[in-house]
């Protein structure tokens, strides 16, 4: 079974820096690209970003270039946001994505619960 | 950036009711659509892919169609468990990018 499990959310006032990262068991990490997706309170789905299973592709919304960076550590399952320059309208659940595998890296089948982000002085 | 729209924003309908939700997209996706289910607090399920291709373990209830730029789900006979919001998403290109959200509430 497919299990993503993020954390590292929390408040953080704007200009700082927060790491989210999202666990993921349940198949073979390394074979999939992963995405970030969030949703701000009261509020749609915004991608966020994806990077490729081997981690040498990476894909960023214009909202959060230059100021987040995916990585992700296929030793330890492990996918990471590192969000620098937080604004409040960052503000939002943040969620690890994988796709259903044999379509396409860009639908999402798979979610973790999400991690609050709140940015707030 | 291709920008997509969903119609309605909201519609309230019946138990047993016929209930179609349309997409447009700003430019031709061929059939790289998506379309998700999201209750309250939970993270979205994966309804549809391709436009028309039922994700596995969702209810034969839920269809997809369409192609180009104008993509619809209909849910056929709507059972309480179908109250939620609704969301498509294009899956053609960079950055992916969702509707704003059809919230299915009960009449």
């Known amino acids: 079974e497919v299990q993503l499990v993020e954390s590292g959310g929390g408040l953080v006032q704007p200009g700082g820096s927060l790491r989210l990262s999202c666990t993921a068991s349940g198949f073979t990490f390394s074979n999939y690209a992963m995405s970030w997706v969030r949703q701000a309170p009261g509020k749609g789905l915004q991608w966020v970003s994806t990077i490729s299973g081997s981690g040498g592709g990476t894909y960023y919304a214009d909202s959060v270039k230059g100021r987040f960076t995916i990585s992700r550590d296929n030793s330890k399952n492990t996918l990471y946001l590192q969000m620098n320059s937080l604004r409040a309208e960052d503000t939002a659940v943040y969620s690890c994505?994988?796709?259903?595998?044999?379509?396409?890296?860009?639908?999402?089948?798979?979610w973790g619960q999400g991690t609050l982000v709140t940015v707030s002085s | 950036d291709i920008q997509m729209t969903q119609s309605p924003s909201s519609v309230s309908a019946s138990v047993g009711d016929r209930v179609t939700i349309t997409c447009r997209a700003r430019?031709?996706?061929?059939?790289?659509l998506a379309w998700y289910q999201q209750k309250p607090g939970k993270a979205p399920r994966l309804l549809i892919y391709a436009a028309s291709s039922l994700q596995s373990g969702v209810p034969s209830r839920f269809s997809g169609s369409g192609s180009g730029t104008d993509f619809t789900l209909t849910i056929s006979s709507l059972q309480p468990e179908d109250f939620a919001t609704y969301y498509c998403q294009q899956a053609k290109s960079l950055p992916y990018s969702f509707g704003q959200g059809t919230k299915l509430d009960i009449k």
């Open positions: 430019q031709d996706i061929s059939n790289w």
């Open positions: 994505a994988k796709d259903p595998g044999g379509y396409s890296r860009a639908v999402f089948a798979y």
